[in-house]
Structures are given as C-alpha cells and as structure tokens.
C-alpha cells in the first residue's frame, strides 16, 4: 500500500488519477475510502474539491457537503493466523458490540487474507448469512442517504 499523501495537492492528483481509471471504466464511484481509513489533513482538504459525496473513517461516513458523521462503524477481520476471531468486538453485551448491534448502518470489511484460510471465509460466509437475515444489504451513498431523510 502506497504511503499516505503528504500534501493537498498530491493527495488532489492521486484521487483525480483513481477517478480517470475509474471513468474510463464507465465505474460509478460516489465516495471514497482511504486504505486503512488514513483520511489525514491533506486527503480531507482534496476531497473538498473533487466530486465526491462522501469518505468515511472506521467508525463512520462523513458527507463531504456538510461534514456530517454517520454512524457506521466498521467490523473487521484481521491477517494474523486467526482474522476470522477478531471481526467482532466480544462478549456480546459489550460497549463495542452495542455499537454494532445499534448502528443504523454496519459496514464488513473483508481482507483479501482472510479469505486465503478455510475457516476464515467459513467465518466471513457466516457472518453475512447472519447479517443478511438481519439487516437489509445498502452501498455506501444508500446509507448515507437514509440518513439524510431520517435527519430531515
């Protein structure tokens, strides 16, 4: 993974640069997520002028017109031998599983190396079996517009 923009400016043309490739594909892209939620200074002030809806950090989306944070926090499974066993905060009951439980929006962040172990896409095959018989599937731009029309 590339190292973080240290600049506005070269923030501003790695983004337009993913946003040509994404074009010339004839992709839709609405937001944008940084690698890692690595949404430092320099990334928020060139996302300001770039025609994106939204970018979000770990615990949330955030809409580039207003600032406003949506709750959305982030389960995620990690690559240190057992990634399955870490997706989700435990025991249930707990401050951070509430979180999860409560969110209007829940968002799975699968890495490509979890999927590499059995029983790590066993887990990740599970959870959304569960999630989808709990919860109804959105994108991000979705999610971000149910809650502006919750707020309004």
Do not use: N
């Amino acid at each position: 993974m590339a190292a973080p923009p240290t600049s506005e400016r070269e923030a501003h043309l790695r983004l337009r640069a993913g946003l040509r490739q994404f074009m010339d594909l004839d992709w839709p892209v609405e937001g944008f997520i940084a690698p890692g939620w690595h949404l430092g200074p320099a990334l928020r002030a060139a996302l300001q002028h770039l025609p994106f809806r939204y970018t979000g950090d770990r615990e949330g989306l955030i809409a580039l017109d207003d600032g406003r944070m949506r709750p959305a926090p982030t389960a995620v499974g990690i690559d240190l031998g057992a990634p399955w066993q870490a997706a989700f905060p435990k025991p249930r009951g707990s401050t951070a599983a509430a979180r999860f439980d409560e969110a209007p929006c829940l968002r799975l962040a699968v890495h490509p190396m979890d999927l590499c172990h059995p029983d790590g896409r066993a887990f990740w095959f599970r959870t959304l079996d569960r999630m989808l018989s709990q919860r109804r599937p959105a994108t991000l731009s979705e999610c971000l517009g149910e809650a502006r029309d919750s707020a309004g």
